[in-house]
Nanobody, 120 residues
């Protein structure tokens, strides 16, 4: 059994910053990619940023230069530093971890989501 838990959401004014954190726990042998997704009301869930176990990162175009993803493999954690936030960044942010469980193979696990609201 694997659990993924996010934290760090909240409300901020445009131009502000927030830091999201996510930790995976349970019967984990190895974690491959970890990523942050978001879903705004009435829209599909989209990838915001991802990071491989080796540190290779990938960003959605609209967040490049503003968001930074990082991870700590020893602690099974991933963070998303969000700067220069815009109203259009408002969404529920979800963490996804591609986890190798010895008894179950590799599959993606989702967190419950954390709300990020950017408004003046």
């Amino acid at each position: 059994q694997v659990e993924v838990v996010e934290s760090g959401g909240g409300s901020v004014q445009p131009g502000g910053s927030l830091r999201l954190s996510c930790v995976a726990s349970g019967d984990i042998y190895k974690i491959n990619d970890m990523g942050w997704y978001r879903q705004a009301p009435g829209k599909q869930r989209e990838l915001v940023a991802s990071i491989s176990a080796f540190g290779t990162t990938n960003y959605e175009d609209s967040v490049k230069g503003r968001f930074t993803i990082s991870r700590d493999n020893a602690k099974n954690t991933v963070h998303l530093e969000m700067n220069s936030l815009k109203v259009e960044d408002t969404a529920v942010y979800y963490c996804n971890a591609d986890v190798w469980v010895v008894a179950d193979g590799v599959r993606g696990y989702w967190g419950q989501g954390t709300q990020v609201t950017v408004s003046s």
